[in-house]
């Protein structure tokens, strides 16, 4: 009975406050610390931290750190465990940051890979075999998605959750390490995520918490352009910070809310370019990435997405994007599809993912009443699973972390907007009119 009173005057009182609390019975519990990292001394020359992307048609690249400067940035792989048919040679780099100096960064292309295959390899020669599997080339197809994951005891649960999902590749929607410009934080997260980004491709865009910029000093980015090298060059883009890919019949764009947007940017001009260039027959599905949410009824981080949505919502309008991907707000969120700040049946489903896990705990507190695009919102931690079934279904679910299980909370079945009537024409001279026009 107590108990009962107890809850009737926690949920009233947060009523008031102006904040929802979806989920039922649910008792959030707070941030967890920091995970802390055993010093672990390995010899110089094995692989550290080693994780993988895509890189082009039936291509991979192995990234990884070793401390000895000599250590050589080859990979050898093959479909058999210790037996190594082919070998492929890559390229290395390294920087400094203050007093920090970094290991040896690897990246090193493997292909051509057959599809959905399971792959044995070793990175420079030493150390143990890790195993990747490579995505399949048609539909059904799954990704895992978890922004703002830092390296905390809940981006620890949250990694275990998606390692017993069965997916293909990981998309992560920016706010990576929470370094903060202590830059072994970078190299512990490495570390953390290592079990799971070297056997599935991990594809990210960068948050605030790549930027790590001194003002006369340093450049932004300078720590994730070197260590999280996307397929920017194989999608026809000048800029880490922005590029696309395929998987099955998905073509992705990751954005960067923190590099130009404006219609003079070379951002803007490359998006209409890989925009024009989307054929519909081939990729039926179109989903876009980037860090700082335009649909977002949380308090938190509130407009910040204004700028880059009145700068480039219209072209992802004409071109049909049916899914966008964000995170920054530390709470889960779904909308209906929108456009221009309203229902719109032809405009994308925005999905707010910034719950992975980081040290800052989550954004409880929301406007009211929610807007009338807003279906789901609630601030829990965990990850989101996104099924693509065949050319014109999607099952997308969001499972919250709940104490250490993985509970499934919000879930839909999306339709593409293929056969829609609304702009899916690609490089069709209708769409072509539309985005030349912008
Ligand atoms: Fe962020």
């Not at 947060?14 to 609390?21: E, K, P, Q, S």
């Not at 082919?86 to 007093?99: H, V």
């Not at 059904?140 to 981006?155: E, H, S």
């Amino acid at each position: 009975m107590m108990k009962l009173l107890l809850r009737h005057l926690l949920s009233t009182t947060l009523f008031i406050a102006g904040t929802v609390f979806a989920g039922g019975d649910y008792i959030r519990p707070p941030p967890r610390k920091t995970l802390s990292f055993p010093w672990d001394q390995k010899p110089s020359s094995q692989p550290q931290q080693v994780h993988i992307s895509l890189a082009g048609d039936k291509h991979m690249r192995v990234t990884w750190v070793t401390n000895d400067g000599a250590s050589p940035s080859i990979v050898e792989y093959g479909t058999s465990p210790e037996k190594y048919s082919a070998t492929a040679q890559g390229e290395s780099t390294k920087y400094s940051y203050l007093l920090y100096s970094s290991g040896k960064i690897h990246h090193t292309v493997i292909g051509p890979l057959q599809e959905n295959t399971t792959y044995f390899y070793k990175c420079g020669g030493e150390g143990p075999e890790f195993q990747l599997k490579t995505p399949p080339s048609k539909f059904p197809v799954t990704f895992a998605v978890a922004g703002d994951l830092g390296q905390t005891g809940w981006t620890k649960s949250t990694l275990d959750h998606i390692d017993q999902c069965k997916y293909d590749v990981h998309l992560l929607p920016g706010d990576l390490s929470y370094a903060d410009y202590l830059q072994h934080r970078w190299d512990t997260f490495g570390q953390l995520v290592q079990p799971l980004a070297s056997s599935r491709p991990w594809m990210v865009t960068q948050g605030n918490h790549e930027k790590e910029s001194i003002p006369f000093l340093k450049d932004g980015f300078v720590s994730y352009n070197s260590r999280w090298k996307m397929p920017f060059e194989e999608s026809g883009s000048a800029s880490n910070l922005y590029y696309s890919f395929d998987v099955a019949g998905v073509h992705f764009v990751m954005l960067g809310s923190y590099t130009p947007y404006d219609e003079y940017s070379d951002q803007y001009s490359w998006l209409k370019a890989d925009l024009l260039k989307v054929d519909r027959r081939r990729t039926p599905w179109l989903v876009v990435l980037f860090h700082v949410p335009w649909y977002n009824s949380n308090r938190a981080h509130q407009g910040e997405g204004d700028d880059m949505m009145s700068s480039m919502e219209h072209l992802l309008y004409a071109a049909g994007v049916d899914i966008v991907f964000t995170g920054h707000v530390h709470a889960y969120e779904r909308t209906k599809r929108v456009y221009n700040g309203k229902s719109d049946r032809c405009g994308a489903v925005h999905i707010t993912i910034g719950d992975g896990g980081n040290r800052e705990g989550l954004a409880h507190w929301y406007k009211q009443p929610p807007p009338e695009w807003s279906v789901f919102r609630e601030a829990s931690f965990g990850h989101g699973e996104l099924k693509m079934v065949n050319s014109t279904h999607a099952y997308w679910s969001w499972h919250r972390n709940e104490d250490d299980e993985s509970v499934q909370s919000d879930q839909v079945w999306l339709t593409s907007l293929i056969g829609s009537g609304c702009n899916t024409g690609g490089g069709s001279h209708d769409m072509r009119r539309i985005l030349m026009a912008s």
